[in-house]
C-alpha cells in the first residue's frame, strides 16, 4: 500500500494512527485474551517464526511472512 506518512505504520478502524502506548496495551489484552502466557509485544515477531519452524515451514517461508533479511538461530 502507499505510505503517506512514513511515521506511521499501522492505522486504526478510522484512518488515524495507533499510539505506541494504546497499540501496546491492546496486543496486551489481545494476548491474555487469547490465554497466552509467556508472550511479550517486543518478541512477537520471534515468537511466531518460532512457532512457524514448529510447524514446519522453512526458513525462506518464514522469512517472506516476518520480514527478516537472515535466518533466525536459536
Same mark, same amino acid.
Given at each position: 500500500?502507499?505510505r503517506?506518512n512514513? /511515521?506511521?505504520?499501522?492505522?486504526?478502524a478510522g484512518?488515524r494512527p495507533?499510539?505506541i502506548?494504546?497499540?501496546?496495551?491492546e496486543m496486551?489484552?489481545?494476548?491474555?485474551?487469547?490465554g497466552?502466557?509467556g508472550?511479550?509485544?517486543?518478541?512477537l515477531?520471534?515468537?511466531a517464526?518460532?512457532?512457524?519452524? /514448529?510447524?514446519?515451514?522453512? /526458513?525462506r517461508?518464514i522469512?517472506?511472512i516476518?520480514?527478516?533479511d537472515?535466518?533466525?538461530?536459536?
Open positions: 500500500m502507499p503517506h512514513v /511515521e506511521t505504520i499501522l492505522t486504526r484512518g495507533w499510539k502506548d494504546h497499540f501496546r496495551h496486551g489484552a489481545q494476548i491474555r485474551a487469547a497466552l502466557s508472550i511479550v509485544t517486543h518478541g515477531r520471534t515468537t517464526a518460532k512457532w512457524m519452524a /514448529e510447524a514446519g515451514c522453512s /526458513e517461508e522469512m517472506a516476518t520480514g527478516h537472515q535466518p533466525l538461530r536459536a
